[in-house]
């Protein structure tokens, strides 16, 4: 899969000056898949795959560390078991990407990941979940949020500036409120990581749900980057954008993988392809197989991975 | 190219002055660390949030269950069926079955006009609202309409109805003056009461109706005017059934245009000739409770209790016919 | 090629033949609707000029203090029958100050009572009990006023009478005025009670209007729900609740009945000086005016007087209107109809 750029002459209007259009070619019969390469025998130590992670991608070398896992995590809603015993490791400098038909329970256990599947009331959850070895259940969850910030499949920009979307997180948190003066560079910065910046420089005042689709999603992903979380949960977030916007926001993702985990739930293999470093494939609320994406698009050791990724799924 | 991620060094962060991902943002002048949760502000309103809302219940509560044990207490089948006698003791001061028909009398003659004005004023301002300078003006008259004391209105009516070319909507006095109160004046000023809530329920309702409907009319190669009546109207019909039951809650509470328009008998008094009761004076359970309360000539608290009860009943049934209405014929277009 | 084909479609008139049904009824429907321009214009025109003699006869000092305006009133309605005789003099402003201080007290009172128990209908009320309150608050939102004035006089007056004044509060102010109970506390509970229904049932509606996506979004970034509710949910809703105020303030300035059976109906300017004996003073503000006087309204100078408080109602409430309509507009600024 990749994107083509190809030039097309406007053949009606010779000499007039027509800028070339940019066509964008979505080759999507098959999956291509990148399969890294075989680096050498299992580490002990990690206890990694050893599949070369980020693969083709150039960028530099980042430290992987584990920064969140479940322990047997299993969420019902009434009696229908949506995410059922799931041991999932999050990964920084990762992309990891939760793969899997509708309904298998992916988005359930991404918004399980913030808690925030607690404001469903019917949820009911077993199991742990655990970021940097302290359980979440033991500290306050408006903490818990602050540290793992998500992206919705619609962006949902607040009835506000930009400025004011940015600076909310951290408007809104502590007892004092700070003075705009001390936010600004926070928000330019966060701005300036989700790619928004040259866009929107000149007018951080006008109303954010002004920006285009895309611009909305950037800048939601601002707005999470700005009270520096450690993990980011992605839920489809470029389902509602044009082919485009979609490009920037995974530059976006890939850019920012270097600084902050990333989760993101996806329908589309292609995107998951580009990329994901780690995949997770999800099963009617099974984890079925977790790996590197190579292996996973390469080499899937499961059967109904094979069948999904290979295009046979229902 | 090829890098094995577990030998490979930590690179350099791109931004080093950049706070570590998941370390508080550091803020000057908010002693360093962000803090999360419930901030002593955030927990004092939601203390105030929790007493508002526990008061709001307990009050409701009050008014509700004081009423239903005071209408218990007083409200005797008999009174629903005798009218009103001028009467000291509250024995023998008879009950108020004119009240009750006046009541009914207003609601309908103020809904009987409102309802046409207010669906046809509805249909131009959502179906035609050319040109569009005059909809605006005609959309804050609404509200202005909306927003006019109901006492205003009354004595308006009376400027109005007291006119010489009036006198057919009243009683006319042998020196030529017009007496100007009956219940056709009351309730067409009433019916400006009803006015903006049967407007704003129908244009609701009209533009809930998504386009395509009308597409398909006009289609079918109907007209504007027959897709009005024969598409649009029938389909907004539950929006205008709720708007005219809020109406008519309004006009069964209000008492300044009654005490004001309807005279100050307390039985019905018809005038002579054709309609005479439709111009004639008479009062309404509003006006009855007025008068009966300390504050009006009667002071029988027992029968203003009881009529109060009457009035909050039909009050109670109307709210409960619109959330009816609401629920049952909502037409499902998708 | 394909611009230029366009270019030669041509247009063809429309068939006025058609359309002249359609066209009626269109012109129909207009006048009807203008006719409601007529009525406010009408209105507005027919009650300033009856107000106008007790105006031009006053000038400005029509809205200052001086002397019982009481006494006044029954002077202007004994008027000499000769039309040159007519007695005009009026210091209103008893009532006035009345009707502002009861209606300001109530409503400011109103919207913060009311904004938080919406939140806590929405947000934080058991599920059970969310069930009961909604229905019963739309149902208060309807009772007649009349029914409030008479819980008013029989239960909250006789209370205050027997228990916030006693005979040394009585006789401290016996000199300027009698206190029985009626009074503007009396007046601003008994308003307030009455239009709090009225606010809480258009926010609750708002609130829940409110898309789930924007609390889910404050949610995720780490704010409490107390935080979202004030900062996302409120700040959205800002519209709502000025319209929600609009109507309660216009309610209460041209509540009439209840606040002439509870507040004492008495032309008396409260003294703030009093203590807390000025809220168990009696006050009487203008619409109550009317309609007590009712029956003197065929009075040519007591009527023109009446009507000069009705043009005072009426002025205040198109502007009320307006002023609703300019801060909705300012408000609604960011969210752009992102509803």
Known sequence: MELKEEQTQNGSAPGAE??????????????????????????????????????????????????????ALSIAYGGKVAVSAVDLEVNSGEVLALIGPSGCGKTTLLRSLNRLVELTPAARRTGRIILDNQDVDTFDVTRLRSRVGMLFQQPNPFPMSIFDNVAYGLRERGSKKPRRKQLEPIVVDALERAGLWDEVSSNLNHPALALSGGQQQRLCIARS??????????????????????????????????????????????????????????????????????????????ARTQEYVGGGFG | MSIDVRTAAPGPRPNPERPAPGAPVKLPGTGGQQQTGWSIGDRIGLAAAWFCGISLCVA????????????????????????????????????????????????????????????????????????????????????????TPSIVLAIFGLLVFQQSFMGVFSFTAEGGAVFGRSFLTAGSMMALIALPLVIGATREALHSIPRHVREASYALGKDKASTIRRVLLPSARSGIATGATLGMGRICGDTAIVVVLLGASMQTTPEEGFGGLLRGTGSTLTSYVYNNSPSGEGNAPEKAYAAAFVLLMIVLLLNFAVGLIGKRNKPQWN | MEAASLNNVEVQAPDLDIDRTDRRVELLLGALASTILLLIAGMILFVLIKALPSFTHNGLAWFGAGGSVDDQLM???????????????????????????????AVVISVVFSVLSAIFIVEFAPDRLRRIIEPVVKLLAAVPSVIYGLIGILVVVPFVAHHLISEDRKESVAYVIQLDGTSILVGIFILTVMICPIMIAIIVDALRSVPDKWVEGAAALGVNRWRAMRTVSLRAIRPAIVAALVLATARALGEAIMLSMVAGSVGFAPNPMDGFTFFLEPARPLASTIVDNAEGLSVVPFGQTMYAFAAILLISSAFLSFAGWAARKSFSRYTLGAR
């Not at chain 2, 008014?63 to 007083?74: D, E, L, P, S, T």
């Open chain 3, 75 to 105: 002077d202007i309605f004994n008027s000499p029958a000769d039309p040159a005789d007519y007695v005009y003099h009026l210091r209103a402003w008893p009532l006035l100050y009345a009707t502002v201080l009861i209606t300001g007290v």
């Open chain 2, 60 to 147: 409701a509560v009050a008014i509700v269950g004081f009423m239903a044990w005071k209408g218990v207490q007083y409200l005797h089948l008999e009174m629903l069926t005798s009218s009103p006698e001028a009467s000291l003791d509250q024995s023998t001061s008879g009950g108020f079955l004119d009240p009750l028909v006046g009541t009914l009398i207003l609601t309908l003659i103020g809904v009987g006009i409102a309802i046409p004005v207010g669906v046809g004023i509805a249909v131009w301002l959502t179906e035609y609202g050319r040109p569009a300078g005059l909809a605006r003006l005609v959309e804050s008259g609404v509200e202005i309409v909306a927003g």
């Open chain 1, 18 to 71: 027509v800028p070339p259009l940019r066509q964008i070619v979505v080759e999507s019969e098959t999956v291509p898949i990148r399969v890294g390469d075989y680096a050498g025998p299992p580490d002990p130590e990690y206890g990694r795959e050893p599949w070369q992670l980020n693969a083709g991608l150039d960028s530099d070398p980042i430290w992987v560390e584990e920064r969140m896992r479940t322990e």
């Open chain 1, 225 to 302: 980057l700005a009270v520096s979380p450690e993990v980011l949960l992605l839920d489809e977030p470029c389902s509602a954008l044009d082919p485009i916007s979609t490009g920037i926001i995974e530059e976006t993702i890939v850019e920012l993988r270097n600084e902050v985990a990333i989760v993101i739930v996806t329908h589309n293999l292609q995107q998951a392809a580009r990329i994901a470093d780690r995949v997770a494939f999800m099963y009617l609320g099974d984890m079925v197989e977790y790996g590197p994406a190579g292996q996973v698009f390469g080499a899937p050791r499961e």
